[in-house]
């Protein structure tokens, strides 16, 4: 078999498995968080998931980031379908672990501002309401 069609494989199923585990986890947390905190209007769901999917990313970059279908499978496949979240929070802590404040600060502060601004402006363009 390719190299080619092993990646894509590789990927597809991590990619898969963290999707399905996103939305699981999603609901489980949506459940209790209404049943423990009924009016609560915070994405506890999709903020734990972000912790949790950058937990496990930064794991993986030091179990297996050598291991390159290991980590395409976990890192690249499951994070990514689980949290993209997780290779942001993984790339600002090596650009502060590289001494490179100046940048990880730009970096999150834009992305940040940047997929803000980028949402606002597709419900802009297409005249959703949610923009007010």
Same mark, same amino acid.
């Given at each position: 078999m390719s190299d080619w069609v092993t990646t894509c494989m590789l990927l597809a199923a991590g990619g898969g498995a963290g999707t399905l585990a996103r939305y699981y986890a999603g609901h489980a947390v949506r459940a209790f968080q209404t049943a423990?905190?009924?009016?609560?209007? $915070?994405?506890?769901?999709t903020f734990l998931i972000n912790v949790a999917g950058s937990m496990i990313l930064g794991a993986l970059a030091v179990l297996c980031l050598e291991r390159k279908q290991w980590y395409l499978l976990l890192?690249?496949?499951?994070?990514?379908?689980?949290?993209?979240?997780?290779?942001?929070?993984?790339?600002?802590?090596?650009l502060l672990r590289d001494g490179k404040l100046g940048f990880a600060l730009l970096y999150a502060a834009g992305?940040?501002?940047?997929?803000? $601004?980028?949402?606002?402006?597709?419900?802009?363009?297409?005249?959703?309401?949610?923009?007010?």
């Open positions: 423990r905190w009924p009016g609560l209007e $915070f994405p506890l769901g890192g690249t496949g499951f994070c990514g379908g689980f949290t993209t979240f997780s290779a942001f929070s993984l790339e600002t802590y090596e992305s940040v501002v940047a997929g803000v $601004f980028g949402v606002w402006c597709a419900m802009k363009l297409l005249g959703s309401p949610a923009t007010g």
